[in-house]
């Protein structure tokens, strides 16, 4: 009884936890503002000084940074559960190397579209992310059947050869449009406006309900495929819903987040250790912690190395990959 009630504690500290990081985001970075102006600019936007840097630099920017964080955080939740690998996540998987080749392309090809980047960027990303995930299908399939622990290897292939795609045309783009798209690569959430909020909010107001009425699946789905069919579950079926749309979600994110990992790996394992595995209440925990995650590594990336500032993807692999190592441990 006792931890049933400390599980449910849980999203509503995560919750006061990410409005505390909401508050110290908004004053960190090259100009400090007192906390009072920060609450006379929210309250009274047209009459404080600081409303320019508060409401169009650095909010758009902290909501942008917690919607990246819950959608990549859901992704990964959602692909540990189907591939049955405690070890997957978008980047993992390929995801984010499809995204980011498809972005690329669309950057380099279609310069024309540039003015519209924001409504045709994350289509290309879902393309990337998709494509991705249709090879990596095909390629597990043994038999007639899904075979999950092929996925998790496909796409570490997957990963490397769209890499090294990227990389080979990097180098022929001039050196600004290179720094340019090297700060994408690395996960970066610099320079953005309400725009991208707006441009990422519908997709993330589709995908996450229809993963979130899945928790019941997800939970048969761990018990094995056979279990599953036994309970009247249609595995095949409902992997490839749920694939589609956690790629997708993903792939909305990373279109304008740049190529940001290890957050839906760490996420989800963060999540279990507080509300364990029934998915319907560990997918909430998950994205919450995703976005209070994020949001305090691109807050720690503009503050800490002032006035040089940190890719938030560099910060997040600097903090996330020994947590990887230790599960990687445990795994073996």
Not at 57 to 73: H, N, Q
Not at 80 to 89: G, I, K, M, R
Not at 121 to 144: D, E, H
Not at 163 to 168: D, E, G, P, Q, W
């Amino acid at each position: 009884m006792k931890n049933k009630r400390r599980r449910k504690l849980v999203p509503w500290l995560l919750l006061a936890a990410l409005m505390a990081a909401v508050l110290l985001s908004l004053n960190s970075g090259y100009a400090a503002i007192p906390y009072s102006q920060v609450v006379l600019s929210l309250l009274h936007p047209e009459d404080a000084e600081a409303s320019v840097v508060l409401l169009q630099i650095r909010l758009p920017r902290i909501l942008l940074s917690i919607l990246c964080g819950v959608g990549l955080a859901l992704s990964g939740c959602i692909l540990q559960a189907v591939t049955e690998n405690p070890l997957a996540d978008p980047g993992i998987l390929g995801i984010n190397a499809g995204a980011g080749f498809a972005v690329m392309l669309f950057l380099t090809l279609f310069p024309s579209l540039h003015v519209s980047s924001v409504f045709y960027q994350p289509m290309f990303a879902m393309a990337g992310g998709l494509l991705v995930t249709a090879v990596l299908y095909i390629f597990s399939k043994r038999n007639g059947k899904l075979r999950p622990p092929y996925l998790l290897l496909g796409g570490i292939g997957m990963s490397a050869g769209f890499s090294a795609l990227m990389l080979i045309m990097a180098s022929d783009m001039e050196n600004s449009s290179y720094q340019l798209v090297a700060r994408w690569l690395a996960g970066n959430i610099w320079g953005t406006g309400w725009h991208q909020v707006k441009a990422l909010l519908p997709y993330l107001l589709i995908l996450i309900p229809l993963l979130l009425t899945k928790s019941k699946i997800l939970d048969l789905l761990l018990l094995g495929e056979d279990t599953s069919l036994g309970l009247g579950v249609r595995v095949e079926r409902e992997r490839r819903i749920l694939l589609i749309s956690a790629v997708a979600l993903a792939s909305s994110c990373i279109s304008v987040s740049g190529g940001i990992g290890f957050v839906g790996l760490v996420a989800p394992h963060m999540a279990r250790k507080f509300v364990g595995g029934r998915h319907h209440l560990l997918m909430p925990v998950t994205m919450l912690m995703g976005g209070l995650l994020l949001l305090l590594s691109d807050t720690m990336g503009r503050s800490m190395f002032q006035p040089i500032e940190i890719p938030v993807g560099i910060v997040i692999s600097v903090l996330a990959a020994p947590y990887f190592l230790y599960l990687l441990r445990r795994q073996t």
